[in-house]
């Protein structure tokens, strides 16, 4: 239906934005680490599911997950990291690689910061493991989409083995580990140091009114196609084949009644 459309395409674009933000965001150089054997897809495999989403500012949501171990072998000593690591303010689109002061706090139950982390003795082979934290913004959290990076460590046979994401790389130790000298894409784990890449996740901190004003859009636009319907079938559909043109409508149809016949119009009308 129109309203409904309209919706998602408002949503869509939000999460677009978002999608562009979080690979575009910047962050500080790791140091040199040791690398690392290649693990199942790279280190996606270990992500099964990652939710987080958006929220006023003053309010609170959770980054809530889902991992597994893909391995056929155990691992031990896991630890998941997320943390808040770079903004982009809305509007004005201008992408900070550092967070505000007043950026929002992720929460484990115990301790809250721009960095925490959840952690697991061991994890049998093929075994899924769920958890979140708490996002929490205050009212003076500029509005933007803020970008978290990832992290996952765990020792497999003796072995500490690293996975992160985008993130934890700067700009130029990425573009060197991702590009060939001809420009073609790979994949250079040793390179950037680690055993495999996670995804990553952003939150969008919406303003106070900004919930409202796309409620607004939506009920302006299904008013419009109200109006359009309406003057279209009162006119009556015209011929300039010298026909004459049908009676016109007593009443004007419903934007989402069963009169609509256009191409778009809604199949359950």
Not at 37 to 65: E, H, M, N, R
Not at 151 to 163: E, Q, S, V
Not at 209 to 219: A, I, K, Q, S, T
């Amino acid at each position: 239906m129109a309203g409904s459309s309209s919706r998602g395409r408002s949503l869509g674009t939000v999460g677009c934005v978002v999608l562009v933000l979080v690979l575009l965001g910047t962050a500080l150089p790791t140091g040199a680490a040791r690398a690392a054997a290649s693990l199942p897809d790279d280190g996606s495999a270990f992500v099964v599911s990652f939710s987080l989403p958006a929220v006023t500012a003053g309010g609170q949501t959770a980054l809530t997950f889902v991992l597994q171990n893909p391995l056929m072998t155990p691992v031990t000593r896991i630890t998941f990291t997320a943390e808040v690591y770079a903004f982009n303010a809305f509007p004005g689109n201008a992408t900070s690689p550092q967070p505000p002061a007043s950026a929002p706090l992720i929460g484990n139950g115990s301790t809250s910061g721009r960095s925490v982390a959840q952690s697991w003795t061991a994890w049998p082979a093929g075994s899924r493991w769920s958890g979140a934290f708490s996002l929490t913004s205050s009212a003076a959290t500029p509005v933007g989409t803020y970008a978290i990076r990832t992290r996952l460590t765990f020792d497999l046979n003796g072995t500490t083995d690293r996975l992160e994401s985008r993130g934890w790389f700067s700009a130029a130790v990425w573009a060197s580990a991702t590009e060939t000298a001809n420009g073609t894409a790979t994949l250079n784990l040793s390179r950037l140091g680690v055993a495999g890449i996670l995804p990553e996740t952003a939150v969008q901190i919406l303003g106070p009114g900004l919930n409202d004003l796309l409620v607004g859009l939506v009920v302006a636009a299904i008013v419009l196609v109200g109006a359009g319907a309406y003057l279209y079938f009162r006119r009556g559909p015209g011929s300039s084949s010298g026909v004459e043109a049908g009676s016109p409508a007593s009443q004007a149809p419903s934007a989402f009644g069963r009169r609509r016949r256009r191409e778009g119009d809604s199949r359950n009308s």
